[in-house]
């Protein structure tokens, strides 16, 4: 089984950068599609970005040119890079490690972005 762990979520003002990190540990994740996800208040979770065993990314339209999703597979570690972060980037951030019809969750990091 994968477990997956993920920090570096904290309060950052409107304008600022965060890196979240992902940290999956079980079974190895190399060849995974890795990818985050984030649920606001009162709304649906959605797809922030994925990076496939490829390293092939995708991007939410709402992040795409300020988000960037990499991975280290020595590390077992996926990051998300976060810069000129809005207050509508505030939610609760959520590693997902996906293998074919295999699909795994961390347990979330909260990021709030102060305006």
């Known amino acids: 089984q994968v477990q997956l762990v993920e920090s570096g979520g904290g309060l950052v003002q409107a304008g600022g950068s965060l890196r979240l990190s992902c940290v999956s540990s079980g079974v190895s994740t190399s060849g995974y599609t890795m990818g985050w996800f984030r649920r606001a208040p009162g709304k649906q979770r959605e797809l922030v970005a994925t990076?496939?065993?490829?390293?092939?990314?995708r991007y939410s339209d709402s992040v795409r040119g300020r988000f960037t999703i990499s991975r280290d597979n020595q590390k077992s570690t996926v990051y998300l890079q976060m810069n000129s972060l809005k207050p509508e980037d505030t939610a609760e951030y959520y590693c997902n490690a996906r293998y074919t019809f295999y699909c795994v969750w961390g347990q979330g990091t909260q990021v709030t972005v102060s305006s």
């Open positions: 990076i496939t065993r490829e390293e092939i990314t």
